[in-house]
DNA sequence: TGTTAGCACTCCTCTTGTTTCAGTGCTAAT
DNA sequence: ATTAGCACTGAAACAAGAGGAGTGCTAACA
């Protein structure tokens, strides 16, 4: 790989992404001052290499998967924001009050608006807070408010119809007594411990003690299951992209962001920015995903922008390397 | 309009809901123990009347707006569910614990799901709920939820990092105050009179009264912004309707979705269930929304099936009618 | 008077053939 | 090492024709 192919290379990935249309060789002439049949000898070389593809024996080149991954790796360099992308991300970033969640997923909401492509964020299953307070607000004579926050300040929760034959009194009791014993025990095991635990004490005290049970049971079961945090934004954004414009593909990559088992797959491990192409993504063949782990006060998860395989890699990944870096910003 | 030529449309309208595929004289004639030629005669007046049209002179026919019309308001009769669904949606309605709320979203969604159309649940801005309760709950030492109730059961809740000069106290303090003076304010006073009625008072006897102040606005604040909530579930079922096979007329209708404002207006005034087909639906001329109003238990909005024109009336009809008989059972 | 057989006609759809054109690989000359 | 030249390939666009589903109309029939 010699200089000239690499430019030659970085060119005709650009171009394909900006045109989404094969590159030929005279399109590369002016720019290189070489003549076409040059050009063409390079390109036939770097298809070789594995770096280049053809639709047919005559129609210009594209980019393989590894030619992007070349690309991405060696060619290119992250861009910078231009002034209205960073002014509404500095918003929301600036935003003193938003908490930390609601900044990430407003941020990928412009992400995936700006862009065009999908962005994702995957909140990982909160299994490591803590039971931090349980209250309850009585709205009317029969209906209240169950309240259930956690360490990390997670808040769920729960209208309730007042069976007849309980009294405020015993709730608040059981309340009180919830928090007395659970608190700090982590949410995963907290179903069990009211069980075994707070259920033989309020069944001394309390006459309808299997009721106020189920009501407390409620409240927590709600949070274990809700557990599973996937936000999307932009799911249709792949119909502005010109490359599908075959209905069947549309609805197979469409189908697939239904598919929360599917999605959740997307999840991130190791650091910094990643890039997945194709294959790679395993998500599907035809996409590109780049994701980003984040873990920022007590919030874990990660965040993914999904396109076409000829994403704008440059954009996306400055947008990306920004956002993290005032994520970490506001973690101090 | 005599029996036989009802009986006909009744049957063209069906077929093509069922097949997509424009109807033809031959296709009816052992229906009907008629021949094609009077089969085309009758259809021929049909068409005068403007119940049927065709796309070419020599096309077989296709219901009109006005056919499909005629058909919903005079040959259909709803269609009872069958057991799957019904099981399916009393699963959700015999859940004791499941609000109001949640019963209706969870439903649609369901109904998206077994119909391939698009549902959408449009939530009153809830302008009419006055404030219940206002707690804080102390995470740590400088972290803080503030929770706010209405008297409808609707809970927010926002983390705040508290400003190092203010005290735990002062803000238990000022909760109090709060839940003195404007417990039962419409939600969309409370700013105001947080403003003019409380800040005076606190003013007096926190130093830092300002930042605090600040921090009860906020939490109200996202309260009054959070009201515009709109349920979709089965955005890209479009898809899967064969009719909409180009992608130009996908993009249209899925870009349409996108628009809250568009969506917005897709809100019922008038009782009952009603059809709106084609250009009278005002979203797009190629769809059919079917909208039922909901006023339950304090909670208000609307309920709507979009689909094709050749939506399955009675199975959409028959499912709304359920779901609504199920709501007023569950108002008691 | 309502029904039906028969027929000419229309227009979509599918297939086949032709042309055009962008782009290639290879060879030989510079 | 570069380039001009040329034969070649395959997609795309268009035209022409065959087949077929369905129509409207007319005239005959019960």
Redesign the interface.
């Known amino acids: 790989m010699d200089e000239r192919k690499k430019n030659l290379l970085k060119e005709i990935v650009e171009s394909y992404i900006k045109f989404v249309k094969p590159v030929g060789s005279q399109a590369l002439c002016k720019k290189f001052k070489l003549s076409s049949a040059t050009i063409r000898n390079e390109m036939a070389a770097l298809e070789k290499l594995g770096y280049l593809e053809k639709n047919h024996v005559s129609s210009g080149r594209i980019p393989s998967e590894r030619g992007y991954k070349y690309y991405v790796d060696n060619l290119m360099k992250p861009k910078e924001l231009n002034g209205e992308e960073m002014l509404k991300l500095q918003t929301i970033f600036h935003n003193q009050?938003l908490?930390i969640n609601d900044a990430i997923t407003k941020c990928m909401e412009i992400i995936a608006d700006i862009t065009n492509y999908t962005s994702v964020v995957l909140g990982k299953n909160s299994s490591d807070n803590t039971l931090?307070?349980v209250?309850i607000?009585p709205?009317?004579n029969n209906?209240i408010?169950a309240?259930v926050?956690t360490?990390?300040?997670i808040?769920e929760?729960?209208?309730?119809?007042i069976p007849e034959n309980i009294f405020m009194g015993e709730l608040v009791k059981t309340c009180e007594i919830i928090n007395k014993m659970l608190v700090g025990t982590p949410i995963t095991k907290v179903s069990q411990r009211l069980e075994f635990d707070v259920k033989p004490i309020i069944s001394k005290t309390i006459k309808q003690y299997e009721a106020v049970y189920e009501i407390f049971h409620?409240a927590f079961n709600d949070f274990t299951h809700n557990n599973s945090n996937v936000f999307f934004s932009g799911?249709?954004n792949i119909?502005?992209q010109p490359e599908y414009?075959n209905?069947d593909e549309?609805?197979r990559i469409?189908n697939k962001f239904?598919d929360e088992s599917l999605v959740r797959k997307i999840e991130e491990n190791s650091d910094g920015i990643n890039v997945y192409i194709g294959e790679e993504s395993e998500f599907d063949p035809n996409v590109t995903i780049i994701k980003s782990k984040f873990n920022i006060n007590g919030e874990e998860g990660t965040i993914a922008i999904v396109g076409p395989k000829r994403m704008e890699y440059d954009r996306v990944i400055g947008l990306l390397e920004y956002i993290n870096k005032e994520l970490q910003e506001k973690d101090k």
Chains 1, 2 share one sequence.
Do not use: Y
């Open positions: 009050h908490q931090q307070q209250s607000i709205l009317d209906q408010i309240l926050c360490n990390k300040g808040v929760n729960k209208k309730f119809t409620d799911k249709t119909l502005k414009d209905i549309i609805k469409v239904e």
